[in-house]
């Protein structure tokens, strides 16, 4: 997973925390033991065999490293099934294994493993973490270490427009149509509900906003529109939500996000299928999806938001 933000000047890292359901807590627990200031993004979504809980913080104590912070995100999960431990495991820098749970399905190719028990308290496993993952980032800094072996790209890794989209996890049948200046990603399905994602590069008017709304909610019966506003990464990501009603039976409603970030104007529909329970995790994860757009946008292209570029606000 670590790639470079260059706005934020932050290599982010991802720490995969294997561990049962009377150890989950423990995730919760880290973050609330850390600094306000230093941590963010709590997140808690139902997986098909358990529950997930992530966030994401920056260990000041470490100073820079090449000139940049580490953040580092932490993804804990008690799960059964070898599906989630497959989309858990994805992309991590380091794994946590507690009280010896499976790791069945985790990649752990050249990335290193840590054996911890439930009595250990969380914080000291979580430092142990760090410290390996700083080996490897540094080239080896003890004498027995070794760095992480090379990994191949992240085959799920799309690109849309001037985006590299990585889809969250529990996403799959990804594919991209690619129309300028629309550039979407599309067909991602998620416990019976679709998400898509879609960029117009060119805003080419001042409706551009509206305009996009319209397309892509245009087979749905709109109920309202709302305006939205919030920060990805330090860039302002503002414009309107529409719900509506679809007509297909077996979808209950739909909403559109369509917004400018930066110099780009950027869209999302999330379907909502059978009734999953969870429909705030479904939100959470289409805002996911959203960020995760951005950070690699701001990763690979960070010229194009720079401070001249970004919405007011």
Request: glycine share 10%; hydrophobic share 45%.
């Amino acid at each position: 997973m670590a790639y470079i933000n260059q706005l934020t000047r932050e290599i982010n890292v991802k720490v995969a925390w294997l561990t049962t359901p009377a150890g989950l807590p423990a995730v919760a627990s880290l973050f609330h033991a850390l600094d306000p200031s230093l941590r963010r993004d709590w997140q808690e979504v139902a997986l098909s065999s358990g529950r997930a809980q992530s966030f994401s913080f920056t260990p000041k104590a470490l100073g820079e490293i090449r000139g940049m912070a580490l953040r580092i995100h932490v993804f804990g999960a008690a799960v059964a099934s070898l599906d989630d431990r497959v989309l858990l495991g994805r992309g991590a820098d380091a794994v946590v294994v507690v009280d010896g749970v499976s790791r069945d399905g985790v990649d752990v190719s050249g990335v290193p493993v840590l054996e911890a028990s439930s009595r250990t308290p969380p914080v000291e496993t979580l430092k142990e973490a760090t410290r390996a993952i700083l080996v490897a980032i540094r080239g080896g800094g003890r004498g027995d270490a070794r760095p992480a072996a090379p990994r191949p790209p992240d085959p799920r890794l799309r690109r849309v427009g001037p985006y590299a989209v990585l889809p969250p996890d529990g996403c799959q049948d990804v594919t991209v149509v690619d129309r300028p200046p629309l550039h979407r990603l599309d067909g991602i399905h998620l416990n019976g509900a679709t998400l898509s994602f879609a960029v117009w590069v060119d805003r080419g008017n001042p409706d551009a906003v509206v305009d996009a709304v319209r397309q892509m909610a245009s087979p749905w019966r709109a109920a309202e529109n709302e305006a939205f506003s919030f920060d990805l990464e330090g860039v302002r990501f503002e414009g309107v939500v529409s719900r509506g009603i679809p007509d297909e039976p077996s979808l209950r409603f739909v909403e559109t996000q369509a917004g400018v970030c930066g110099p780009d104007l950027l869209a999302f529909t999330i379907l909502y299928g059978p009734p999953t329970g969870d429909d705030e995790g479904l939100r959470r994860l289409y805002r996911t999806l959203v960020a995760g757009a951005i950070v690699r946008a701001l990763a690979e292209q960070p010229q194009r938001f720079a401070a001249a570029a970004r919405s007011p606000g």
